[in-house]
């Protein structure tokens, strides 16, 4: 079955100007989370969604949201973007986000210039 | 809070040694407690999961790991490495309990494997 997939896998915005990110997560899975990777902070994790309801939200400025659609894909928006927020955006996937593994997409390489 | 410390940023072996890597968690609550390998320009993949079950957690790619409650410990090791096995794994937490997706991710061991 195919796995997660996220769009587009490369991204190079200005600073300031807004970004749209798409995934779509396994067939049947329900919970989709995002997650930031950089050399410095490594992952940490934005947001999870399930059933369309945000479930779960870190530590990121509001600039930082997403939503999720009926057919449980789902967005990540970052608005007035900074240099900072260039980094890898890893989408996961699971049935339940519980004691399931949580599949990864190949993430959303973001560069701000 | 829980939190993974993965120590070791960086392990080099020699093809055929045991490979070793080592994580160590602080949960409040039963964990679940995840490794995944990341290749370069690629996502997380699973290797393996601890769910409460065998301690012994076999995995994908003659991997193991076990989960020793006293030493709040999850180190992953495989008997002997492969050229293929080099990449960066991160060992992970989920954060509390019920059905919430929260990792938790130490900062992650990059594995050199030497011919």
């Known amino acids: 079955k195919a796995g997660v997939t996220q769009t587009p896998r490369y991204l190079i915005k200005t600073r300031g100007q807004q970004v749209t990110l798409s995934c779509s997560p396994i067939s049947g899975h329900r919970s989709v989370s995002w997650y930031q990777q950089t050399p410095g902070q490594g992952l940490q994790f934005l947001f999870e969604y399930f059933s369309e309801t945000q479930r779960n939200k870190g530590n990121f400025p509001g600039r930082f949201s997403g939503r999720q659609f009926s057919n449980s894909r789902s967005e990540m928006n970052v608005s007035t973007l900074e240099l900072g927020d260039s980094a890898l955006y890893l989408c996961a996937s699971s049935l339940e986000g519980s004691s399931d593994g949580y599949t990864f997409g190949s993430g959303t390489r973001l560069t701000v210039v | 809070a829980q939190s993974v410390t993965q120590l070791g940023s960086h392990v080099s072996v020699s093809e055929g040694a045991l490979v070793l890597l080592r994580c160590n968690y602080s949960s409040s609550v039963p964990p679940y407690l995840f490794w995944y390998v990341q290749y370069p320009n690629q996502g997380l993949q699973l290797l393996l999961k601890?769910?409460?079950?065998?301690?012994l957690v076999k995995g994908i790619n003659g991997f193991e790991a076990e989960f020793k409650k006293s030493e709040t410990s999850f180190h992953l090791t495989k008997p002997s490495a492969h050229m293929s096995d080099a990449a960066e794994y991160f060992c992970?937490?989920?954060?509390?309990?019920?059905?919430?997706?929260?990792?938790?991710f130490g900062q992650g061991t990059t594995l050199q494997v030497k011919p």
């Open positions: 601890y769910t409460s079950a065998a301690t």
């Open positions: 992970a937490v989920r954060e509390g309990s019920g059905n919430t997706g929260k990792l938790i």
